[in-house]
């Protein structure tokens, strides 16, 4: 098996035996939207205006919550060191933390998307955008968090300051994320901001890898 | 006959109300079974092994 | 010419350097002990020299090649196991030295695995998580991984602590193995005069005076 | 010193006054031998029951009874929705007991009807949720409302996995995972009804007055007995599941004890 | 020194020591409701309508960044045993633990609260129960986390397991908090959601230390 | 009468019990080494003793009162040092020691704790953070406490582990130190034969057979 293969299969098994990863996030994000309402006080009319802008914002949340993860755990225990020691390039190893962190975070919150937007009474015609949006979008969540999750994954309360390096750089994602399930509930086309996602989305996986590499580099010394 | 499983025109709601039940019972019944056969296999392998041990 | 040569050599952390700068050169079949007293800087040498950190001064070398630029070739002769472990708690013990390997680039059999597992001792434990391990046990599972690689060099921090008296036999035998293949041992340890006889040279850090 | 001494004597007079049958049984039941073997009695007829009721209920219900003359047929969804409903919260408040018992006394049978009761309350927290949201389509046109006992519902599921989640969390020691799930469903307890209360008072204030949920309806005999026929069923349904969760929890905790090996090696050979 | 002051003194020097536990929460808060008017796109209007409910929310998510440090820390590095394994009773440590929690996360939230309330356009007549609410509010938080970080602190990934826990239990705060301020800035009286507010902060005082403290000695064994 | 008994104690991790069942007893001024292989559950029973958890099986009991129920007695006269220290990485070595004793009720000037530090060799670290101190360095920190508490009962795991040959010589002077005021220690360690020499009893744990 490659080195790269290994790295995503280790993950994976590891995520899916916490369990906890994958499903904590959705119930998170369930729990906050439940909290709006509560705290709303109000019909369903302000809800269904603030539930694309509430679904992005929750979506982005709940990953932030296991951004730190993605090194932080191999830094603690020493396995960082598996794959920082050896001549398989760290970039590889950088993109295979990435890909197993979205598919255990980021896919579980485009599925569960819908049932968060029947919660704030989105339109029913806004659902295939607001899943296609979030599935260009959230990779984005996990290549970012690498960064970010690198260069703190030394600190022992890392998490918070993660936050507030990672969420200013995902302030586009957001936008444009939001953008297009907003103009989709309007009866719009959304074709715009999903485009501009997507570029993002390419420029983030040429780019991201080696910043992520360096900064564990730099973190290590 | 088709009068019946038409439910008036509430076809989908009743019918995917009824069969989430019995997909959830059928859910827990299995889960139930295969747990039960999984613990007990786990004990006779670590009896195995304790009278290889020996 | 030795394949691998320190010159000059020194650390520092937070603006101090820790110690002495020191020089020592290794041939295949020799081993290093690096010794000294608490925090004289012994941990943090031996990861400048696995290549985690940058060493404040001097120069390092493998096979002619300056360290600080030509990683590669070292990373794949090298094997680093520290204070930290390295396991992961929620894998299991084979999973955990499996795993290890591949991402490194190495494939072993589940047999081999278990045959190492069973010779450090961890027989019976095949599929039990780490995080469950007592301290000596999480030791041998990291040190199972020396029975696999084909690395020729070896830098261990402390390899004998938490580990029973027949885990510190079976450790100084591996050892001796190791040495006797041609193979490199940079080891740290403390109170253990039986690594003091083993090893070909002995490295004592001194601190810096004023 | 003295005061040690005391307290075992008057454990000893505990003792000899125990005579009473019921007091017998009630201590059989919480020793772990004795309660999986007298459960083993139970089981198959508790499936069977739970399986014919189901059986009658469902007959009667989708076809023997009448179509509302206000929701037409989709008033049938009344015969899984109400029993699942009211299962959720008795099975709730019966490991809010159980769990309470757990932790003050460490009784293991009590822990393990807890724990063994929490994924089929989990399973009809879910269908009653479901259900209910797939019957406020047709009524009231949404799928889902923030009225207060559907927001409570709602709170109840998380609760359910709040405490499933402690114990698999924890699933390295079963005992210690046992009480910290007992402690989240106890205060757990006190909170549904906190929860229900402030909810209710909250949207009384706010909103005029939300869909008349569950008003009082008059329901003729013909709709009404599949009802209680469905209650009755889940109820022997819950009784199989759990004594059967409670029967496995007690083999992998004692899977050290002689009686364990004893029952599983007897069924091997 | 009584132990009660050493525990509280000690807490107090780490988390200004640490720093980031004070700032970091409220710096939280700033991007996500610097993200809402983003991801809206929309006006003032709906801002205000939402803002009693989004600097509760916001609060309330703030505060569970941290609460799993509570215990957690110390259980990490060994020192919950300082505690524990002395004669000195338990719940009072506990006590101790959240008095120390609240001074630095939920004091700052309650002083920062008029800033967020500026930037979502909230009403300048409710301020007052704005700060009021948080202050009976906050408390609380601190409180239930003590319960949720006690019973978590063993585990690696316990973060976002306490927040599931957590957060239903505190969804009454939540809504007597928010109905509080959107009372005041409907112009009627917030007294009513006030005094729930301080009869469920009076429980929580009474009870919450002593089931912290047995979560604590389950834990442990 | 001993001070500290045990009757037929044992332990269990996962469902299973650790050992056979043990027995011992302690007067004051003994002293008592648990040894065994990894993972046989020195670190375990060394937690229950301690308070940290229950006991599978067994009685423990202080001056005639059982632990389970009355332990505030014990917690008054007991101090233990496990495999984490229990230092915080964000205080002075200085605020750790200190700390530590008020939170068990213990009013130590700062030149009483100074000069604790520098009889374990942290003279001129008093300022610095624990975190940034080396392995050996925090054992020595955390070691510090024995010389400020005035509990009779020491329960020590493994405290020899990462301390160099000097500190292991002092760290033996204060346990004889300790043993000679009447004072009880109950400890464990592998490989060190100066230990096993000086405690007055030793209790090897072994295996339960099926
Ligand atoms: C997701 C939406 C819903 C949820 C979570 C929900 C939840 C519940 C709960 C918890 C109960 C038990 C209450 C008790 O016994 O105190 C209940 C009972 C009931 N529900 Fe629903 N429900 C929902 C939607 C509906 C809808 C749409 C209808 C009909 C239009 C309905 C009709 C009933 C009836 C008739 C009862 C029995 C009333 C009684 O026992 O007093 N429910 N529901
Ligand atoms: N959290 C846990 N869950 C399940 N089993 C565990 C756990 N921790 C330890 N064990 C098991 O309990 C046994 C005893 O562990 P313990 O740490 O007490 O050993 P020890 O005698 O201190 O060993 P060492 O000499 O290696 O420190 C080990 O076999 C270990 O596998
Ligand atoms: N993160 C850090 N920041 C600043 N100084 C540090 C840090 N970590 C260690 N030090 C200091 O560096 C010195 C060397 O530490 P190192 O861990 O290399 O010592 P060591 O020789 O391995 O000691 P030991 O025998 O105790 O393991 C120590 O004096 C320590 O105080
Ligand atoms: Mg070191
Ligand atoms: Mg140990």
Redesign the interface.
Known sequence: MKPFLALVKRDLTLGLRRKSQIYQPLVFQLLVVTMFPLALGSGAKTLALIAPAVIWILALLASLLTLDQIFKNDYDDGSVESYVLTSYPLPMSVMAKVLAHWLLSGLPLVLFSPIIGVLLHLPASSYGILMLSLLIGTPMFSFMGSIGSALTMSLKHGGLLLTILVMPLLTPVLIFGASAVVESSLGNSASQPLLLLSGLLILSITLIPFAAAAAIKINLE | MSEFFNMGGYAFYVWTSIGLFFLAMLIDFISLSMKEKSVKRNILSFLRRKKNNK | MPIITAQDISCQRGNFLLFKPVSFSLDFGQSLLISGPNGIGKTTVLESIAGLRGLQQGRLSFKDQDLSKFKDDWFENSLYIGHKTGNKKELSCLENLRSFLQIQGIEVSETQAEDALESVGLAGYEYQMAGSLSAGQKKRLALARLLLVKFSVWILDEPFVNLDVSGCDWLLGILDNHIKNKGILIITAHDNKTIKEKVTSELILESVGL | ?TK?YRRNDGKLNMHKQRTNALLRFYHKLGSPPSFYRISGYFLKWLLLIAIGLTIWG?YDG??LAP?DYQQ???F??I???VP?AWMSMFIYGIMGVCGAIA?IWRMKMAEAVMLASA??GA?FT??AL??G???G??MWG?????DARM?SE??LL??Y??IM??Y???S???R?AA??AA??AV??VF?VV??HY??Q??SS???GSTVSLMGKQHITWDMLRPLLVMAFATKF?YGY?ML??A??YL??????KRW??DI??E??S
């Open positions: 010193m040690s469902m989708l076809v179509a037409g047929d989709s049938r969804i015969y899984v929705h699942a932790i994924p089929i399973w879910f269908i479901v259900t949201s797939l019957w389509k047709p949404t799928w889902w409302e923030w927001t709602l709170i998380f609760l996995i709040g989640a402690t698999s969390a924890f390295e020691d079963s210690k009480r910290m402690l989240i205060v757990g909170n906190i929860i402030s909810v008072w909250w204030i706010h909103q349904y599941s059967k969760r029967r496995i083999l992998e905790t004692e899977s050290h364990v090996q599983i090696t069924k091997k």
